[in-house]
């Protein structure tokens, strides 16, 4: 046990990572999944630096660290949506990202529709990865109502990366939610206490 030296709910600088799936399913639900993180994006402080990371069956950093959020939005808009989903490659290749955060606070927002088809990373040592790292994951999974093996697999994966990583997983019934968890998320990170303590000499 160690004396905190601070409490406080005080909002700092963030930087986020927008990890985005643009696999052939998502075609009916990108705009209202862009307009969700848009709204993430306006709840943010002009401080923050926001990054982005498209993927579908390959991973690509679109854009890297910026606080001009107009870029953000151009280059979500710019994707091109086909072929299959990297998902566990994409958080990889996020987490390799954050390295070069000037911000204390990280912080990565997933959003996907379905099971891993295309990684080449497993799901233990990205997990291992994940919770060697001071990155908190929020993933949205626009999963499929069906109860088979695939929605299983793709909600374990979502619930495991928030769960070692102190976020949230998200289910949303329907796309049209997701711009309101854009909201929620946005107001999550905004709201967080901040606890300060002196690291014990010899740790």
Partial sequence: PVALTEFTNREVPV????VMDSSASMVD???KSVAG???LMRGSNPQDEVFFVDFKDTVDVVQGFTNDYKKIENALNKVRLFGGTAVMDALKVALEQMKKAKRDKKVIVLLTDGE???SDIELAPLLAM???SD???YTIGLLSTEPNSKRRNAEKFLSEAAKVSGGVAYFPENVEQVQLLGQ???HDIRNQYV???QVPSGT
């Fill in 184 to 186: 929620t998320i946005a």
């Fill in 130 to 132: 994940l919770q060697k």
């Fill in 29 to 31: 639900k990108r705009v």
């Fill in 195 to 197: 606890l300060g303590y």
């Fill in 15 to 18: 930087s986020m990572g927008l």
């Fill in 37 to 39: 993180a848009v709204e």
């Fill in 135 to 137: 990155v908190t994951v």
């Fill in 116 to 118: 891993d088809d295309s």
